[in-house]
T-cell receptor, first 112, second 114 residues
Framework: DSGVTQTPKHLITATGQRVTLRCSPR?????VYWYQQSLDQGLQFLIQ???????AKGNILERFSAQQFPDLHSELNLSSLELGDSALYFC???????????FGQGTRLTVV | GQQVMQIPQYQHVQEGEDFTTYCNSS?????IQWYKQRPGGHPVFLIQ?????EVKKQKRLTFQFGEAKKNSSLHITATQTTDVGTYFC??????????????FGKGTLLTVNP
């Protein structure tokens, strides 16, 4: 158990809908990363937060947004969902940027 | 942008054979991390290398970080069926101040024939 908790584990939704994925980092970790993993693209970095502030942005679509709350949990919001958004979404946390990251078990999103 | 390339994409070996995966970055890395992901699982942290030319060993696994901090390798001696999975390297690049971006290679899927 990495100590990073992601909910829900599975999510099935229709195209055009909006979903929210939640991540609770390891106790004491201030930095949260979000990744998208699909079969053909590997682990794609989406966005990183540190102590509530956005620190780095990757290949995150405009339809996607995220935030980190004062209690350090983070949410990834995906809207206007398309079939191609079906993937595993991982959250990882580290004590601070540049340090080793621990991954949650992921949320498997299926858009139908 | 910064890219981390990893080869090979797939490797199939007989149990007992050695295995190596290579990672190469287009920019100098602050550090490099290696992860293993079992089928259906999540990436699990294996090790972090920080210093130029660093070599670390974990039982049958040997990790190296290049002198220029742009490449790394993971070598497994005498593979076992429990080594099956995808091995990812991930590099931290400083994108300004205390901002870092952790970029993953596409991984090497290792399968082992018993």
């Amino acid at each position: 158990d990495s100590g990073v908790t992601q909910t829900p584990k599975h999510l099935i939704t229709a195209t055009g809908q909006r979903v929210t994925l939640r991540c609770s980092p390891r106790s004491g970790d201030l930095s949260v990363y979000w990744y998208q993993q699909s079969l053909d693209q590997g682990l794609q970095f989406l966005i990183q937060y540190y102590n509530g502030e956005e620190r780095a942005k990757g290949n995150i679509l405009e339809r996607f947004s995220a935030q980190q709350f004062p209690d350090l949990h983070s949410e990834l919001n995906l809207s206007s969902l398309e079939l191609g958004d079906s993937a595993l979404y991982f959250c990882a946390s580290s004590s601070r940027p540049g340090q080793l990251a621990f991954f949650g078990q992921g949320t498997r999103l299926t858009v139908v | 942008g910064q890219q981390v390339m990893q080869i090979p994409q797939y490797q199939h070996v007989q149990e007992g054979e050695d295995f190596t995966t290579y990672c190469n970055s287009s920019t100098t890395l602050s550090n490099i991390q290696w992860y293993k992901q079992r089928p259906g699982g999540h990436p699990v942290f294996l090790i972090q290398l920080v210093k130029s030319g660093e070599v670390k060993k974990q039982k049958r696994l040997t990790f190296q970080f290049g002198e220029a901090k742009k490449n790394s390798s993971l070598h497994i001696t005498a593979t076992q069926t429990t080594d099956v999975g995808t091995y990812f390297c991930a590099g931290h690049v400083n994108s300004g101040g205390s901002n870092y971006k952790l970029t993953f290679g596409k991984g090497t899927l290792l399968t082992v024939n018993p």
